[in-house]
């Protein structure tokens, strides 16, 4: 009898924690569909470019918000879960600027299309993480290795302009790999970590930091399949 209360209450308290991850990813992905919406709607988007091309302001904003996500992923655990909160909205501030362009240069069809596309992707990798009894740890490190990749042909992009349709496509499909691979990964590893973690402030601080790392992955796959489409108009 014992133990069966013990097996409901671990259950009760996964629903919990995944129902926090969720809902604050959630959230956060409303957030920068909204900053999205005021940007283009009031105009403020073209602060974002200059020239025909991307402004300084864009890339300090994007740079920026890279930089703070690293820096609440390292600091999640020795801040309060309501500071970690308010970085994770104001991350999801920042990337909802940052998508404008992207989203602008894109048909109303195409960006139904992706966000279906990212949601229904994002859950099922999700869904698999959760469920499977494979132990997708090795995924880590080729994962990693292949965000790196996908930043630096970003920040090389600066540089020397667009690359080519075909490139760009391949790129783009990487991505959308990478970042649905990421889906499952953490999907698992933030399963894992509930069950080795002890206390419930600590729950909460990862709770938060799991719902950064879902929405990356989500904002992430949707630029990707959004670029994808674009690249084959």
Known sequence: MVAKKSVSKAIGGMELYLKKIFGLMTGAVGV????????AFTGAWTALIHNGGLSATYYIIAFGGLGLSLWAQFRAFSMKPST???????????????????????????????????????????TFGYKTVKDLSFLGIFLFMGMIGLL???IISIFTGPFGAMFNQIVCLIGVLVFA????????????????????????QLAVL????????????????????????
């Open 152 to 154: 630096l042909v970003g």
């Open 181 to 204: 691979l990421f889906a499952a990964y953490d999907m698992q590893t933030l399963k894992n970590a509930y069950y080795a973690i002890g206390n419930g402030e600590q729950k909460d």
């Open 210 to 233: 799991g719902a950064l790392h879902m929405y990356i992955s989500f904002v992430a796959l949707f630029e990707y399949i959004l670029g994808l489409l674009n690249s084959r108009d």
């Open 84 to 126: 970690a909160k308010i970085l994770l909205f104001l991350y999801s501030i920042l990337m909802g600027i940052v998508i404008t362009p992207l989203v602008l240069a894109s048909d109303l069809a195409s960006i139904l299309m992706a966000l279906v596309l990212a949601a229904v992707m994002f859950a099922c990798m999700a």
């Open 32 to 39: 920068t569909a909204l900053t999205t919406f005021i940007m």
